[in-house]
């Protein structure tokens, strides 16, 4: 077990999706680095009693760019734009991680992701995530994610913390 374990929120569904999009078939490492790329570069400074650092970019601040700078495919970067879109012209729509799925580029794990870490829902099962999957070859016992139904989302952030 992991005493005190909880979920790794994120401030809103737009970061969340964001860096989900970012993180797809990367490592946690190098996902890790692009959102530092797109604070760095397209984010706004903290106010002043904090100027060493600086704000995660609004959905305008990236809609207003091409991201060629980001070393992704360019699906990828066409899906950050097309998601900085939804949530700059539709917040309403934007607001709820499903309607995300009429974007091409965003799949179930993306808004289940984004749900899970911006939203806090506390029963999402990330199942084929890679790192989940591994994490699950490595264990002696077979595990059935319905049997952890409220708390889906602990078992996977608990099976993610194996690795």
């Known amino acids: ?19 989900a999009i970012l993180g797809q078939q990367i490592s946690v490492a190098a996902a890790r680095n692009l959102v530092a790329q797109v604070v760095s570069e397209f984010g706004q400074p903290a106010p002043s009693q904090h100027k060493e650092y600086r704000l995660f970019p609004s959905p305008a601040m990236l809609a207003g760019h091409d991201l060629g700078s980001l070393k992704i495919p360019g699906r990828r970067r066409q899906t950050l734009l097309d998601l900085a879109e939804l949530f700059n012209s539709q917040p309403a729509r934007a607001a709820a991680p499903e309607n ?13 992701y984004a749900r899970m870490r911006g939203l806090g829902d506390s029963d999402v099962w990330l199942g084929s995530d890679l790192g989940v999957q591994k994490a699950l070859g490595e264990q002696s016992r077979r595990w059935r994610p319905e049997d952890a139904s409220p708390w889906q989302s602990y078992l996977t952030v608990y099976l993610w913390s194996l690795l």
Not at 1 to 6: A, K, N, Q, T
Not at 100 to 112: E, S
């Open 1 to 19: 077990m992991r005493p005190g374990l909880r979920l790794p929120g994120i401030w809103d569904p737009f970061e969340a999706g964001v860096r």
């Open 100 to 112: 995300w799925l009429a974007l091409n580029g965003i799949g179930p794990w993306t808004v289940n």
